[in-house]
């Protein structure tokens, strides 16, 4: 496997789709370990973000999905939460170009409700521009959370019970999938946590019922290109047998 230095833009189709998501972790304390604010931490944690992207299709990752802002999130102190927000905004606004250049579909899920009107509107402007990119999926969690997830798709799915266009019943799990802000996108082949956590957060709850899980130490600024390289061999060597026995 080798790291490429810039993206690569797969013709459509040519590559199995392998999907990594990212419970970013660890920026606080890396800030702490500088005695520098936790904001530094995640300005760093911004840096890892663009060298990981960059090399991720170099390494066939075709759908890469980054915790970025959690529904849990707003329970930090005021400061925090709008840096976290500013940097989304500086990143969409100086990576736009540059991704769209390199054929990368950039979207986002969670709930929009809560977040300030420019934020969703540079957010449906990046999708909007870059919606028939045939490159990397690369999918921003932004307030988002699992159980909220579960919980909206089956409040979408009542609606239609109630409007009469179904019945209860036939409800499928694909139907369900179906209604999640993750609709259309394979579930997760790998989930990674950074800086020694090994707990899933509300992340993609129902998405990750097949998932393998690899944990590193590194805190999320210091993940790199080769630390991710290292995560995906990892993960080559696990044997998914999604409840059969091996053949
Ligand atoms: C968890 O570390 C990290 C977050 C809550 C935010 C992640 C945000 C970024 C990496 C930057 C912006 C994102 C994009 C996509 C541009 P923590 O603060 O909980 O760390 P700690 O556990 O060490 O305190």
């Not at 304390?29 to 604010?37: D, E, F, Q, T, V």
């Not at 909220?148 to 409800?171: E, H, K």
């Amino acid at each position: 496997m080798t790291v490429k230095a810039s993206l690569s833009v797969p013709p459509p189709s040519s590559v199995p789709p392998l999907h990594v998501a990212i419970i970013m972790d660890g920026n606080g304390r890396w800030a702490k370990s500088r005695g520098l604010p936790r904001v530094a931490g995640h300005k760093k944690g911004a840096d890892a973000v663009r060298a990981v992207v960059e090399a991720a299709p170099g390494l066939g990752v075709t759908h890469l999905t980054l915790f970025a802002f959690s529904s849990e999130n707003w329970r930090r102190p005021e400061e925090e939460v709008s840096a976290l927000m500013g940097l989304l905004r500086l990143y969409i606004r100086s990576e736009l170009g540059r991704l769209a250049e390199n054929g990368v579909r950039l979207s986002f899920i969670g709930d929009r409700a809560r977040l300030d009107p420019d934020l969703v509107s540079l957010m449906a402007d990046a999708e909007q521009k870059t919606r028939n990119n045939p490159g990397l999926n690369l999918i921003i969690a932004v307030n988002y959370g699992g159980r909220a997830d579960i919980v909206q798709a089956a409040r979408a799915f009542a609606a239609q019970v109630a409007g009469g266009q179904r019945t209860a019943d036939s409800l499928t799990e694909d139907d369900l999938s179906g209604f999640l802000f993750t609709a259309g996108l394979p579930d997760p082949d790998v989930v990674i946590r950074t800086s020694g956590e090994q707990r899933i957060s509300n992340f993609l709850l129902w998405q990750c019922g097949y998932s393998e899980f690899v944990f590193t130490d590194t805190l999320w600024p210091d993940f790199t290109p080769q630390e991710l390289s290292r995560c995906l061999s990892q993960f080559q060597t696990r044997e998914r047998r999604f409840g059969a026995v091996p053949a």
